[in-house]
DNA sequence: TTAGGTTTGGTAATCGATTGCATTTTTGCT
DNA sequence: AGCAAAAATGCAATCGATTACCAAACCTAA
């Protein structure tokens, strides 16, 4: 039960006020190095510990930062959280996570609290499509970072993938290997990160010379069962495709599952590209290419943008874009035909 | 650059004063119902938000509790984190992560801020072996809970799976199966986690009249290639075991693909077990059986305990114990001889 | 000796909210 | 109308630290 000690403590012990005391734990010059040290030595003989809180309170800085993001027990998020933590922390920051369940009700009820919680910053992987719920992080001077996940707003910072990047090469690569026709199982295209990743798919194609064929399109949420959904669509089509490139790496393992229970050889008969570099793809008996979005160093640079954007707080608002290039990673599920 | 607006500012507003507004905003029987509508229309109009900070200050509480874990990007951290998060938000409580990567030395280090940034409570899977650390959190009072990973100290409740009881089933399983030379790759001893999981394993051949055979039992850290490495050296062994229990899906994996290589058959020639349940295991083609830890509930169930802990806190200090019961998971890996 | 400069340390306000106690206002009753 | 009880509000301290401004004490040089 041992009762905090506190600078006045300490004043009161050596017959001093608590502005020396507090003087003197600062190094502040003004106080005699005779002092400094009585005030250091009975400072540790007491145990003393500064209350962080009340000098957040004095200073209207709390050492806290928010993330948001869709959910914490996937590796993608946890990696990117991982690399935002091991920034921040050196540096005396905390991380608050808060989960969304990509429900925008909830990530608008995490941002209300986090603000009063008075983090001195929010970074968030949005699972909105309108700016409108960020214009009050913005009014209250809070800096705000997006990753990943973002939204085009002036004088806002974002660190994400060349999604558009992801999606062509993913692409490109089953061109090269000879695929003609290739399908897109992609997620909710209202998402920017959706959205490039389709627009990619489809410039690849136009590049090659390929035609667009739209019922090789699928839109979807990313799970195992969508895959497997995807490919029974698919494979009834009339000419039907003969490789599938994906938004996720969940659809396309689903996919390549429901293709071996079909009959399928892969890649032989249909190769797949997932998206993520979820571990899994890479310990399968037989692998799965992917695209690898680089997690850690997202969260590391978001953090540093952050890092940044406090230290010029006083100056103009800067808006930095940080697009890290995402890498393509060969494996099995599209090596040869 | 909006100014944040506080009690006084609806106070001179009102020329009323702070303590008015203050009652009126908490319901506070002592105001009239007039007022309080004045107030409550004046802080609307204002955009009126409570600062936690200051609140914080003056009560004591922060309203934040630390959790410690090795690391954030695995599916069991995250899932426990996940279920942590879940159950403590509704309660208007924050989580702050912080890593340690097993090293002890920054575990220490975590600890020392979150203690600072005068968290409300600290919930950790501990890499320590001793107790110390945590005397000091003990003594300032602040409620600590183990969960997964924890140390006996009396007056701390913890959260753990019956890990004993999850060694023990993995194990015969295997014998049920008719597998008799049962080898065991398990993690660091001196942890508590892995030393019940070997004496599950130990006990369950005891149970069965098998002999322990020293050379079958290995410890190591978790990962694929130290599960291949186990492999290698237990394959060399006369007679050579023809089944692993490890307290690591990562080592399960390794040593598949590892006994694959050598043109074993799983698990006809050799049966495999894992721990903790990575999504992985059910995704491979041929699948890994492991044991389920629940590590939602785990978490849930730790911020429970804080919860509990935290109403009561005046009166006597209370140790609480859950285990959880670990499920074992049969997939193909262990399925038939 | 004395005006003026340096050190060193104290005083008191501040950050924003809560709350025990005192005071004022209102109400109710005779 | 008079007055005690009840209701509503104000005063000021408190949580723990920082810091602008002020005030001693000491020193220096003419």
Do not use: W
């Not at 993330?67 to 959280?81: A, C, E, K, L, Y």
């Not at 910053?121 to 009014?139: A, M, N, Q």
């Not at 993938?161 to 695929?179: Q, R, S, V």
Request: charged share 25%; hydrophobic share 40%; glycine share 6%.
């Amino acid at each position: 039960m041992a009762k905090k000690t506190t600078i006045y403590d300490i004043a009161k012990e050596l017959n001093i006020t608590a502005a020396t005391v507090s003087r003197a734990l600062n190094n502040n010059p003004k106080i005699s190095e005779a002092t400094r040290a009585l005030v250091l030595e009975a400072a540790s003989k007491m145990n003393y510990e500064q209350n962080k809180l009340a000098l957040a309170l004095k200073r209207g800085r709390s050492h806290n930062v928010g993330v948001v993001v869709p959910r914490v027990d996937s590796n993608f998020f946890g990696s990117v959280i991982r690399g935002i933590e091991e920034e921040l922390n050196p540096h005396g920051y905390h991380v608050i996570i808060c989960q969304t369940h990509e429900s925008t009700e909830r990530e608008s009820a995490n941002i209300e609290t986090l603000l009063n919680a008075q983090v001195d910053g929010i970074l968030i992987s949005t699972s909105y499509t309108e700016t409108k719920p960020f214009k009050k992080v913005i009014d209250k001077n809070v800096p705000l970072i997006f990753f990943d996940r973002k939204l085009q707003m002036d004088g806002v910072s974002s660190v994400t993938i060349n999604d558009f990047e992801g999606g062509y090469k993913a692409t490109k690569h089953l061109i090269d290997m000879g695929y003609k026709r290739i399908a897109h199982v992609g997620g909710d295209r209202s998402l920017l990160i959706y959205k490039d990743r389709f627009s990619g798919y489809k410039q690849a194609l136009l590049d090659a010379g390929l035609e667009i064929n739209e019922s090789y399109i699928i839109e979807t949420k990313s799970s195992l069962q969508n895959g497997a959904m995807a490919i029974q669509s698919l494979i009834n089509l009339d000419p039907k495709p003969n490789a599938l490139v994906s938004s996720s790496d969940f659809v396309a393992l689903g996919a390549i599952q429901e293709l071996k229970r079909l009959g399928y050889n892969v890649p032989q008969d249909f190769a797949v590209v997932g998206f993520s570099n979820e571990p899994f793809t890479k310990f399968m008996e037989s692998t799965i290419s992917t695209v690898n979005q680089f997690p850690l160093e997202m969260g590391r640079m978001t953090a540093k943008v952050f890092l940044e954007q406090i230290k010029n707080a006083s100056k103009v608002k800067i808006e930095k874009k940080v697009v890290l290039d995402p890498e393509l990673i060969v494996r099995d599920s599209s090596k040869s035909k």
